[in-house]
């Protein structure tokens, strides 16, 4: 399926926002969105030296379905996409949190067992269940990669998060059982990153950056923060995020 995009559409502000949250929508149900020549920011097409791939972090995919093509001249739009998909989805992606390269957790037959979470292409979902009491309660789930004949990963691991995550089991563990089987681990940290504004960029697309930052922001004060408070006080983990 061909995602129809106006051409030459992306002129003011609202179109830019728009097309931004169109797109997290679109990479949220397909994928990988590559086609050839074509930027799937404006919809135009590119001499291929005039476009790049461009990963969306924490999509829990490998290459090729981690994948936007967009032109160069859009790449710092993608810095929006990726903040926006965190948002929408839910996600904190593995570069932004504190996790050692290589943590112990527990298997179904008891013995502890070494894992990573380090690989951008994955990260923490945030997840929403009701209680009896009609409460929402949020849970931290860890995607982590462990191999099955390995107890002990080897060095090379914490170097290259890349390799484990093509060669092995993956789960998703609630942080606070990292924690548990983790006694070095006393605090956990979260550091998002905020868009920049560029000197020599249109006012419309700065526009844009400080609306993708004031909207992540409203996301951190309405989720990140009390989901952190909670954990702090039911788990005895001190927790935090900045957005820098």
């Not at 989805?89 to 013995?111: A, E, V, Y």
């Not at 009701?130 to 860890?142: F, I, K, P």
Request: net charge neutral; hydrophobic share 35%; proline share 5%.
């Amino acid at each position: 399926m061909d995602i129809m995009i106006p051409q030459n559409a992306l002129q003011t502000k609202s179109d830019m926002l728009t097309r931004i949250h169109a797109l997290v929508d679109e990479f949220r149900f397909m994928g990988a969105i590559i086609s050839a020549n074509k930027c799937y920011i404006d919809g135009n097409t590119y001499d291929s030296s005039m476009l790049m791939e461009s990963p969306v972090y924490g999509c829990m995919a490998e290459y090729p379905y981690n994948i936007i093509q967009v032109s160069k001249r859009n790449e710092w739009m993608m810095d929006a996409v990726r903040l926006m998909f965190y948002r929408k989805n839910n996600i904190i992606p593995h570069t932004f949190h504190n996790l050692p390269p290589i943590f112990k957790i527990k298997r179904s037959n008891g013995t502890l067992h070494d894992a990573t979470a380090s690989n951008p292409l994955y990260g923490i979902r945030i997840s929403r269940k009701t209680n009896a009491h009609g409460e929402d309660v949020y849970r931290l789930n860890v995607r982590v990669h462990f191999i099955d004949s390995l107890p002990i990963l080897p060095d090379k691991y914490i170097h290259n998060p890349y390799i484990i995550t093509k060669f092995s089991s993956s789960k998703d563990v609630p942080l606070h059982e990292i924690y548990k089987y983790n006694s070095d681990l006393s605090e956990f940290k979260i550091n998002f990153i905020k868009m920049k504004k560029i000197d020599d960029m249109l006012d419309e697309a700065n526009g844009v950056i400080e609306s993708v930052n004031n909207e992540f922001d409203t996301w951190c004060k309405e989720i990140m923060q009390p989901l952190l408070h909670s954990y702090s006080c039911a788990h005895t983990i001190a927790s935090s995020y900045s957005f820098n």
